[in-house]
């Protein structure tokens, strides 16, 4: 069992940044991936970053690639998502989630969710 609370969330305008962290904890964190995804209103939600526990294999969505650097820091086992040049089509709940996909940017192969944070860009 894993558990995932993200912070670092709120609103800010166009152009600006945030830092999201996500804080894991459980057994066996060594054996799972952490994702980032995101859901706004009205849409699924969608795969927006992903991190192995080594730190050596990521991966972006292209609308991200760029603009958002995902770490982690796994003494603490917190794991982040900055988030820079903020548009106002990022705004959503983002959710960090931990899994052991296939296919990494699949939101079905991560079996672990946080409650999410909500990120709003105004323009």
């Known amino acids: 069992q894993v558990q995932l609370v993200e912070s670092g969330g709120g609103l800010v305008q166009d152009g600006g940044s945030l830092r999201l962290s996500c804080a894991a904890s459980?057994?066996?964190?060594?054996?799972?991936?952490i994702g980032w995804f995101r859901q706004a209103p009205g849409q699924e939600r969608e795969f927006v970053a992903t991190?192995?526990?080594?730190?050596?294999?990521?991966d972006y969505a292209d609308s991200v690639k760029g603009r958002f650097t995902i770490s982690r820091e796994n003494a603490k086992n917190m794991v982040y998502l900055q988030m820079n040049s903020l548009k106002p089509e990022d705004s959503a709940v983002y959710y960090c989630a931990a899994g052991r996909p296939a296919v990494v940017r699949r939101t079905g192969e991560y079996e672990f969710w946080g409650q999410g944070t909500q990120v709003t860009v105004s323009s």
């Open positions: 459980g057994q066996s964190l060594s054996m799972y991936r």
């Open positions: 991190i192995s526990w080594t730190g050596g294999s990521l």
